[in-house]
């Protein structure tokens, strides 16, 4: 049987994303192995990995908050907005005192214009920007909204500057640096960063890498239904999930009372019986939900 779950891995610094998904994807194959929310190779923790048919669900788990630890140098600029390109000291920086910088980070919470670094994964013209950044090209990206839920001072002996950051998808934390650095007229580099969390999927229920194989891959696949934590879910009969996978729609109001149709939004995971994950649906017309992905 093809597997079909959810992976929570820590991923060490130094190892790209790609490296892990690989080292997955060789217990796993045929089937394919894909992550939700790419870690650069300085950062480390939490890479959620979607197996089998929740490659599908990706985009679900990528819509989830996400919780760093972020080490910042005071200071300092660089192309890359962290310590993997030169640094470049920052004329006259004055040290800013706890007061300053705890004044300078309301801003920085809720939705707010971010202009993603340079060297980045965003795409410009068809290319990488970070392509283009290594090649000597200037690169400059449009701000884009984002938003961060909150920020916390950990540990602040300046140069260093230590932040725990919730924020929403699309975030970089490095070019949230990099601003809360020009705020305070110091500049700023991210020097480390840690994943703690992706929604449901904590840093302390993370396996390392060495610990998955080939014989203990199959336990540690959560239930693809993890990666839709954060949507309403409703429970079909054996009909209805004959229905939906057939590419029928089912009507709203054939839904027991023990799953109230004001639960229906934008779209909704739909299980079986027993449980397993049948099929996401949506509600494509006025009182029809209609399936969007099915699994087998």
Do not use: H
């Given at each position: 049987m093809e597997p079909f779950g959810i992976l929570n891995v820590n991923k060490p610094a130094g190892r790209t994303s790609r490296n892990v998904v690989d080292h997955v994807e060789r217990f796993v194959r045929p089937a394919k192995a894909g992550h939700a929310g790419t870690l650069d190779p300085l950062a480390s923790g939490v890479l959620v990995i979607c197996v089998g048919q929740a490659t599908r669900l990706i985009q679900y788990v990528q819509r989830m908050s996400k919780t760093y630890q972020a080490t910042f140098l005071l200071g300092k600029r660089s192309k890359s907005d962290d310590i993997e390109q030169p640094l470049e000291d920052v004329p006259d920086a004055v040290p800013p005192t706890e007061e300053q910088l705890n004044a300078a980070l309301p801003q920085f919470v809720g939705e707010i214009a971010q202009r993603p670094p340079a060297h980045s994964a965003v795409k410009l013209a068809g290319r990488r920007a970070y392509e283009l950044a290594r090649r000597g090209i200037d690169?400059?990206?449009?701000p884009r909204t984002v938003t961060i839920h909150r920020i916390n001072v950990q540990r602040y002996a300046y140069p260093h500057l230590s932040l725990e950051i919730e924020c929403g998808s699309g975030t970089y934390v490095r070019a949230l640096g990099r601003d809360l650095g020009e705020t305070l007229g110091t500049g700023a580099v991210m020097s480390a960063l840690?994943?703690?969390?992706?929604?449901?999927?904590?840093?302390?229920?993370?396996f390392t890498v060495e610990e998955i194989t080939a014989q203990s891959?199959?336990?540690?696949?959560?239930?693809?239904?993890?990666?839709?934590?954060?949507?309403?879910?409703?429970?079909?009969?054996?009909?209805?999930?004959?229905?939906?996978?057939?590419?029928?729609?089912?009507?709203?109001?054939?839904?027991?009372?023990?799953?109230?149709?004001?639960?229906?939004?934008?779209?909704?995971?739909?299980?079986?019986?027993?449980?397993?994950?049948?099929?996401?649906?949506?509600?494509?017309?006025?009182?029809?939900?209609?399936?969007?992905?099915?699994?087998k």
């Open positions: 690169v400059e990206l449009q840690k994943r703690t969390a992706i929604g449901c999927f904590q840093l302390e229920n993370a891959l199959p336990q540690q696949l959560q239930p693809a239904m993890t990666a839709l934590a954060e949507i309403p879910s409703v429970t079909l009969s054996e009909a209805q999930v004959i229905e939906v996978r057939n590419g029928r729609p089912i009507l709203k109001s054939w839904l027991t009372a023990a799953e109230p149709t004001s639960k229906v939004s934008l779209e909704l995971s739909a299980v079986d019986s027993a449980g397993r994950l049948a099929a996401i649906l949506y509600e494509k017309v006025p009182g029809e939900l209609w399936p969007r992905t099915n699994f």
